[in-house]
C-alpha cells in the first residue's frame, strides 16, 4: 500500500485512435494502448504476460504512421507519437474476417461436445467479427485427439489455432520448455518430445491461457458448461503465497480454480497444486460430522479404539469438560495455519485470552520463530522482483514449495536483470539463472555469510572456497552501493537443519546488510496470518509480545504473561505427559512435524486430544475428540500472505454435514466454557481485529472491497529477537549431513485426495554427490541404510551433482521412506552414517 | 558418457564452441547426429539438448520443420523421385511407379534390406532436366527406368554408380547422413570475434552508412571481424 514508491510522472505518447486522441505509455503496445483506454482489439495470441510474437494476425488494424494507412499487428507495434490507428475501418474490418476464415480451415468446429464452448476467444471473435460463414469445403488436418501431454492436460490437435501461447509459457515463464511446435509447415502442431510428457508444474496455466478448447485440463473435462458456472473471487489458501484465484463451482460443487491476475501477487499464474487441490476439499473422505471415541459397534466408549460419530452438542461437551478439568498451564494449541485470518483470531482469543495458556504455534517445528519473521525488515515480492535486484535465497526451493512465488522470481531474474545470490544446501529450480549458487552445508550458512563480508577464515566456510565467498559477497556489496535493492529470501532449507542456523544466517545478513528487507518462505497456508493473529508463543494479534497487551487487555477476559512454549517444546511437554489437553487446528503432527518420535510420543501421551479438521489423517484417527471443519472453499473471511497482505478469502460451496467455520468451533467452544467471544460473524471478527490491533486498523470490509484484487498490505514489525546463536558441530569425516526438504507433490492429505496430484509424488531416493557417492564405493539405484542417531531408514540410493559435498537428500512426507524417522527436532543439524545392506 | 562416437564427440564440442549461444548449435549437431546413424534418433536428440541446454522437444521441434533430418530410420541409400511439373509432363509418375514396384516399397518405404528408401517429392530444381531422381541427393538427370535399374545394380554391385548422374559428377556415393570428406576446422586463431548478441553495441557496421550520423563501418572492438586474423 504505503511502502510502494510515489506514482512517477510518466511521460506520454499521443496518439490517434478511432479519430480520438488517446495517451499511451512510451514503449506500450499499440494494442494495450487501445484496450487501456477502452478499445478492444481483438486477439489469440497476445497475452499481457509473454513476450509478443505477432502469430494470429488477429489484432491487424490499420495505422499511419505518416507513410499512409496500412495494415499492422498491433500487438507487435509500440505506440509511437502521431500514429493514427483506425480499428474499425473497412480494411481493418476485411483483415479481420480473413484472418479468422484462415484461423477456422482446419478448425474442427466441433463446439457442442468442446468444453471451451460459451468462454472461447475464437468462438466469440467469430461471432463478434467474423464472416459467419466458411468457404472451406476441403478436407481439415486430422491429428488423434486428444492425447495427454501429461497427467492432467489433455491436447487436441485439431482445435489448436497455433497462437504460441502454451509453448510461450512453458519456455518464457516456466521454464519448461516440453511442449514445442513440431514438424512445422502444413503439419504445425504442438506436441511433446516422443515418451517426455509436459511434467511441469505449473502446467494448468496452459489450459487456462488456450484461447480456444486445444487444452484442457482432466479435472474439469466434460463436467461443466461455462454458462452454467458461478464464479467468486479468491485467495488460494494452499501456500503462503496467496495467489488470487476464482472459484467456479456449479450445483453446489467447486469444479474448478483459475488464475486471477493480481499485478502484487501471482500474474494470474498458478502452481498445478494450487489449481487442482480444489478436488480435495470435494473429496468424499472429508470429515462432515463429529466424532468421538467409541467401540467397532459404533457405541460411545472413552477408551474405545475406533472413532463413531457423534453430535455437535456431545462433542463439544466432551472438549469443554476436559478443558475446563486442564490448569491453563496443562493445556496447548498446535497448528491453526491453515484458518483464515478470523478463525485465527477466534481460536488465538479462544487459546490465550480464555484458556490463559501461551503454549499456541501455528507452525509445527518446521519454520522459524515468529519474532525473527515478524522482526526482520519485510519485503513484499514486487520488491524481490524489482527489475535489476538483487535477491539472496537463504531457504528452500520455492519451485518445490511456493510455485507462483517461484514464477514471479523466476521472472525477475531471467527477464528483468534481478542477480540471483543462492545459499542453498541443493541446487534448486532457479540455480541455473543464478549468479552465485553457493551449496551451503547444514548448519553453515551464517559462517557462509560472515566469509561472504570478510570474516572468517580464508579457507572459506561451509565447504565453499574463500574466493566463490567473496565473489557473491562482491555482487550483493556493488548492489548495496548502487542503491538496488537487496531482498533476502528466507526460510527453512532443510527439515532436518533446526531454526537456529538459519536465524543465524539471516541476523548476520541482517547486520551487514541494514538496507536489505526480507521476505519470508514459511510454506504452510495462513502461516503469516497466524502469527499476526499470535497463534506463536509470546505474541498477541498485531505483531506484538505477550508484554504489550494494551490492544487485548479490555476486550480479552484474560491475558497469558509467561511465553509458552513453542510446537517442539509443547509436544516434549505432551511426550512427557503434561499437556492434559492437545487442540489440533488441522495440524497432522505425524506427517508435518519434522521429528516423527517426538510426534507419535507426544500423541501417546497427551491427555485429551482435540482435532478440529478437514480429514481423518493419521493423527485425527488418535484423537479423542474430533470436530470437522469447513475449507477454505466454504468460508467467508481474510488471508495474510507471505509478505503481510491481507486479501480475501470468499465462500462458493456449502461444507459437507455439519462441518463449521474454524472461528464458530472457537466461539460454540467458549460458550461451553461460559464465555462469550462476542462474535457473530466473520466481519465481527475483523472489527474486533481492527479493534485491538493498530496494525489491522485499516482492514475493514470496505478497505478490502475496494482493493480486493491487489489485497491490503498490513505493515508493522515486532521487536526484532535475537535468540542465542546456535553451535553446530563439527562434521567428522565420514560423517555426512542430512538435507530432508519438501517437494510439491507428496503423500501430504490435501494432495493424497486430489486424484489429479495423488499419483505425481516423486517417491524418496538418497541424493549423494557423485564423489560421495565413489567415496562410499555407493552404486546406483542400491538399497542402503542411513542411520542417524534417532533410527534408521532404507532407501535407494541416487547420484545426484545438485547436493553439496558431504550432505545426503532425502525428500520428506515420500511413501515408503520416512525421513521423518531420522530427524531429531532438538539437534541443530542431523548427522547420517551410510549402512551396506 | 555421450551419445556421439569419440570422433564426432570432439567435432560436437569444436562446433559448439563456434557460437557465443550453444543452442545455435542445435542444426549443426543435428547434420552430425545423422551422419553418425543415418537418421536422428530420440538418444541423439536428448544429447543434443543437453549438449546446447535447450529440451529434446524444442531440438525436435527445431529440426522438424527441415525435410531433410530424417526422424525415422531410412536406407543407406535414399532415392528422391521429382513428380512435380516439369518431372511429371515427362515421365515423372511413370518413374517413380518403375522405382516402387522394382524395389518393392511404396513411397515412403524403405526395403527389407535397409538399402533403399523411396521418397516422391516435390521440385529438386532441375527442371530443365526432367525427368529427374535423385540418390542420397546427388543429381540423374533426364532418368528413365533403364538408368534407375543401372543405377540400382551398381549400387547393388558395391560400384559407384555417379558418373551416371549429372555431368562432371565422379567419385563414390556415400551412404545417407554422410555430410562431406573435410571437416571445417576453424582453429581458434582464425575465428571471427563472436560477440554475444547481449555484448554488440552500437548499430551493425553495415547500418552505419545509411545514418546522417555514419561511425567508420568496422565492428565495435575496432577488429575487423571479416579477416578474423590476429
Not at chain 1, 457405541?299 to 491453563?328: C, F, I, K, T
Request: glycine share 10%.
Amino acid at each position: 500500500m504505503s511502502d510502494e514508491t510515489p506514482p512517477v510522472e510518466i511521460p506520454s505518447v499521443d496518439i490517434t485512435v478511432d479519430g480520438e486522441t488517446v495517451a499511451a505509455r512510451p514503449g506500450e503496445l499499440l494494442i494495450d494502448a487501445c484496450e487501456r483506454t477502452g478499445t478492444y482489439i481483438p486477439r489469440f495470441c497476445h497475452h499481457s504476460r509473454l513476450e509478443p510474437v505477432g502469430m494470429c494476425r488477429m489484432c491487424l488494424v490499420e495505422v499511419d504512421t505518416g507513410r499512409g494507412p496500412a495494415l499492422q499487428p498491433s500487438c507487435m507495434l509500440p505506440c509511437t507519437p502521431g500514429m493514427v490507428v483506425d480499428t474499425e475501418s473497412e480494411r481493418t474490418r476485411k483483415a479481420q474476417d480473413g484472418v479468422l476464415e484462415f484461423l477456422l480451415v482446419n478448425h474442427p468446429l466441433d463446439c457442442p461436445v468442446c468444453d471451451k464452448g460459451g468462454e472461447c476467444p475464437l468462438q466469440d471473435q467469430t461471432m463478434a467479427f467474423g464472416p459467419g460463414e466458411s468457404r472451406f469445403v476441403e478436407e481439415k488436418r486430422h491429428f488423434e485427439k486428444p492425447i495427454p501431454v501429461n497427467e492432467n492436460v489433455h491436447l487436441d490437435r485439431e482445435r489448436c489455432i497455433l497462437c504460441d501461447r502454451c509453448t510461450r509459457f512453458a519456455g518464457e515463464v516456466a521454464g519448461d520448455q516440453l511442449i514445442h511446435f513440431m514438424d512445422r509447415g502444413g503439419q504445425t502442431q504442438v506436441n511433446t518430445f516422443p515418451e517426455q510428457p509436459f511434467a511441469s508444474y505449473f502446467s494448468g496455466n496452459t489450459v487456462q491461457i488456450c484461447p480456444v478448447g486445444a487444452l484442457t485440463a482432466a479435472p474439469y473435462r466434460f463436467k461443466a458448461r461455462p454458462w452454467d458456472l458461478e464464479e467468486v473471487e479468491s485467495t488460494s489458501t494452499l501456500d503462503s503465497v496467496g495467489s488470487r484465484i476464482s472459484v467456479q463451482s456449479s450445483r453446489d460443487r467447486v469444479l474448478r480454480f483459475q488464475g486471477v491476475d493480481a499485478d502484487a501477487v501471482n500474474w494470474g499464474w498458478l502452481s498445478d497444486k494450487e489449481r487442482f487441490v480444489f478436488e480435495a476439499y470435494d473429496h468424499a473422505d472429508r470429515l462432515a460430522t463429529p466424532m468421538l471415541r467409541g467401540d467397532a459397534l459404533g457405541n460411545r466408549a472413552p477408551d474405545g479404539d475406533a472413532l463413531v460419530a457423534a453430535p455437535w452438542s456431545e462433542a463439544l461437551g466432551v472438549a469443554a469438560d476436559a478443558l475446563s478439568a486442564a490448569p491453563a498451564d496443562r493445556l496447548a494449541v498446535l497448528g491453526g495455519a491453515r484458518l483464515t485470518n478470523e478463525s485465527q483470531y477466534a481460536w488465538a482469543k479462544l487459546a490465550k485470552g480464555v484458556f490463559g495458556t501461551d503454549h499456541v504455534d501455528a507452525q509445527l517445528g518446521d519454520g522459524l520463530p515468529a519474532e525473527v519473521v515478524l522482526g526482520l525488515p519485510r519485503a513484499t515480492i514486487d520488491r524481490a522482483c524489482t527489475p535489476g535486484g538483487t535477491i539472496v535465497l537463504l531457504g528452500p526451493d520455492p519451485k518445490e514449495e511456493l510455485g507462483a512465488l517461484f514464477l514471479r522470481l523466476r521472472h525477475a531474474v531471467v527477464h528483468d536483470g534481478a542477480t540471483l545470490v543462492e545459499l542453498t544446501p541443493r541446487r534448486t529450480g532457479l540455480s541455473a539463472h543464478a549468479a552465485h549458487s553457493l551449496r551451503v552445508l547444514p548448519g553453515g550458512a551464517a559462517d557462509a555469510v560472515s566469509a561472504m563480508f570478510g570474516g572468517g577464515s580464508p579457507a572459506g566456510a561451509a565447504g565453499l572456497s574463500a574466493e566463490a565467498l567473496a565473489a557473491a559477497g562482491a555482487t550483493i556489496a556493488a548492489a548495496v552501493a548502487e542503491g538496488r535493492p537487496v531482498t533476502v529470501l528466507v526460510g527453512r532449507p532443510s527439515l532436518a537443519e533446526a531454526a537456529g542456523p538459519v536465524v543465524d544466517a539471516a541476523l548476520a545478513l541482517h547486520d551487514h546488510l541494514p538496507e536489505a528487507a526480507f521476505l519470508s518462505l514459511l510454506r504452510r497456508g495462513n502461516v503469516h496470518g497466524a502469527l499476526d493473529m499470535g497463534l506463536a508463543p509470546g505474541l498477541l494479534p498485531g505483531r506484538v509480545t505477550l508484554a504489550d497487551a494494551s490492544g487485548v487487555s479490555s476486550v480479552w477476559p484474560t491475558v497469558p504473561t509467561d511465553r509458552g512454549h513453542d510446537a517442539i517444546g509443547i509436544l516434549e511437554a505432551a511426550a512427557a505427559g503434561e499437556v492434559d489437553v492437545l487442540v489440533l487446528l488441522g495440524a497432522d503432527v505425524l506427517a508435518d512435524v519434522p521429528d516423527r518420535d517426538l510426534a507419535e510420543r507426544a500423541l501417546a501421551n497427551a491427555g485429551t486430544v482435540v482435532a478440529v479438521d478437514l480429514f481423518g489423517t493419521p493423527t485425527v484417527a488418535r484423537a479423542d475428540v474430533v470436530l470437522p471443519a469447513a475449507a477454505p472453499t466454504e468460508v467467508d473471511g481474510t488471508f495474510t500472505n507471505l509478505e503481510g497482505r491481507v486479501s480475501v478469502v470468499a465462500r462458493k460451496v456449502t461444507a459437507p454435514g455439519t462441518a463449521r467455520p474454524d472461528w464458530a468451533i472457537a466461539v460454540e467452544l467458549a460458550d461451553r466454557l461460559g464465555t462469550d467471544l462476542g462474535f457473530g460473524s466473520v466481519d465481527d471478527v475483523l472489527a474486533e481485529l481492527a479493534a485491538v490491533s493498530p496494525i489491522h486498523a485499516g482492514i475493514t470490509p470496505e478497505a478490502l472491497a475496494a482493493s480486493v484484487r491487489e489485497g491490503v498490505l498490513v505493515e508493522g514489525r515486532t521487536a526484532l529477537a535475537r535468540p542465542d546463536r546456535t553451535e553446530v558441530p563439527v562434521n567428522d569425516a565420514y560423517g555426512l549431513r542430512l538435507v530432508a526438504d519438501r517437494s510439491m507433490y507428496d503423500v501430504g492429505v490435501l494432495v493424497a485426495h486430489s486424484p489429479s496430484l495423488a499419483g505425481l509424488a516423486p517417491g524418496a531416493v538418497a541424493g549423494f554427490e557423485p564423489s560421495d557417492l565413489s567415496r562410499h564405493g555407493l552404486a546406483e539405484g542400491e538399497v542402503v541404510d542411513l542411520i542417524a542417531d534417532r533410527g534408521t531408514v532404507q532407501v535407494a540410493v541416487a547420484s545426484d551433482p545438485g547436493v553439496a559435498r558431504g550432505t545426503v537428500h532425502l525428500r520428506v512426507n515420500q511413501a515408503d521412506v520416512d525421513a521423518g524417522r531420522l530427524i531429531d527436532a532438538s539437534a541443530p543439524v542431523t548427522g547420517i552414517r551410510v549402512g551396506r545392506r | 558418457m555421450s551419445w556421439f562416437d569419440a570422433a564426432r564427440e570432439r567435432t560436437a564440442r569444436d562446433i559448439l564452441a563456434r557460437y557465443p549461444k550453444p543452442r545455435s548449435a542445435v542444426i549443426p549437431l543435428l547434420h552430425l547426429a545423422q551422419e553418425q546413424e543415418g537418421w536422428v534418433t530420440p538418444a541423439a536428440m536428448a544429447e543434443i539438448a543437453e549438449l546446447t541446454g535447450t529440451t529434446p522437444a524444442e531440438v525436435l521441434g527445431t529440426g522438424s520443420f527441415y525435410e531433410m533430418f530424417k526422424f525415422h530410420p531410412v536406407g543407406t541409400h535414399l532415392v528422391n523421385v521429382c513428380t512435380n511439373v516439369s518431372c511429371q509432363l515427362l515421365g515423372g509418375e511413370e518413374l517413380l511407379h518403375h522405382v516402387e514396384s522394382t524395389l518393392g516399397v511404396k513411397a515412403g518405404g524403405t526395403t527389407d534390406d535397409g538399402v533403399f528408401t523411396v521418397e516422391d517429392v516435390e521440385c529438386v530444381a532441375a527442371c530443365t532436366e526432367a525427368p529427374c531422381f535423385t540418390v542420397n541427393y546427388r543429381y540423374f538427370h533426364r532418368a528413365d527406368a533403364g538408368t534407375f535399374d543401372e543405377v540400382v545394380a551398381d549400387i547393388r554391385a558395391g560400384r559407384s554408380p555417379i558418373e551416371r548422374g549429372a555431368a562432371g559428377d565422379a567419385g563414390d556415393l556415400p551412404v545417407h547422413g554422410t555430410l562431406g570428406r573435410v571437416r571445417q576446422q576453424v582453429p581458434d586463431d582464425r575465428r571471427a570475434g563472436v560477440v554475444p548478441p547481449e555484448q554488440v553495441e552500437g548499430a551493425p557496421s553495415w547500418m552505419a552508412t545509411m545514418s546522417p550520423a555514419a561511425s567508420p563501418s568496422v565492428s565495435p572492438d575496432g577488429a575487423d571481424a571479416g579477416e578474423g586474423a590476429s
